[in-house]
């Protein structure tokens, strides 16, 4: 006999459209992104780089395919707005982050800037929700963007992918590196601290 309350771990899960599904698939690929990279740091086998950065790319095909399954259906909730930005967050913040340490990015100024990326992601995705009603000027759908997608950052993983195809990791770098007070500093991380500063910047984007 079920007791009352019983099935609550179940309830949540029943609230969940189609186009929740499609953001926990893109969640998961951010995630097992990062498993993959841990993987290359034990092996040393890059063949994990390049799949660390097709889960990044896979993230990002369900993010598109969730938006549009949920223009589709007509079916979008607050729950699934704040899914869909976790789900970033893992996949275009954190993971691209994971990647480039894993790559060779590891001295302490690296750390810092890519903390500084990942920190100017999860500000561009909080401000989005707050400001996306004001955003879309009373219709359905946001006109454009303040600062750059959190999603743009696949730019940066696609870069890590031919610097792996190249044998640009670790030591070998593209740019070298910089020793300053005695800590490193890799100057193409400041690639990643563009990113995020143009994340969180005021400058106007179209939506497509």
């Not at 029943?14 to 740091?41: K, P, Q």
């Not at 092996?43 to 993010?63: E, G, K, M, N, Q």
């Not at 893992?90 to 302490?108: D, E, K, R, T």
Request: net charge positive.
């Amino acid at each position: 006999m079920t007791k009352p309350g019983q099935n609550k771990p179940f309830s949540m899960i029943r609230e969940f459209h189609l186009a929740d599904w499609f953001t926990l698939a893109n969640a998961a690929c951010g995630t097992s992104a990062m498993f993959a990279m841990m993987t290359y740091l034990q092996t040393a086998d890059v063949r994990h780089v390049y799949f660390a950065c097709a889960l990044v790319l896979a993230a990002f095909v369900f993010d598109v395919l969730d938006g549009r399954i949920a223009r589709w259906r007509q079916k979008s909730s607050a729950m699934g707005l704040d899914l869909d930005s976790l789900a970033d967050i893992v996949s275009f913040g954190v993971a691209p982050a994971v990647i480039a340490y894993g790559c060779g990015m590891q001295g302490l100024y690296d750390r810092i800037v890519l903390t500084f990326f990942v920190a100017c992601g999860v500000s561009r995705l909080a401000r989005f929700n707050v400001t996306a009603e004001a955003l879309s000027e009373g219709g359905d759908k946001v006109k454009y963007f303040e600062g750059t997608p959190i999603p743009t950052s696949l730019l940066l993983v696609i870069m890590m992918w031919v610097a792996g195809s190249q044998g640009a990791l670790g030591d070998s770098l593209w740019f070298g590196k910089i020793v300053f007070a005695g800590f490193t500093l890799h100057p193409i991380v400041l690639l990643f601290a563009l990113s995020g500063s143009l994340m969180v910047s005021r400058i106007r984007f179209p939506k497509f």
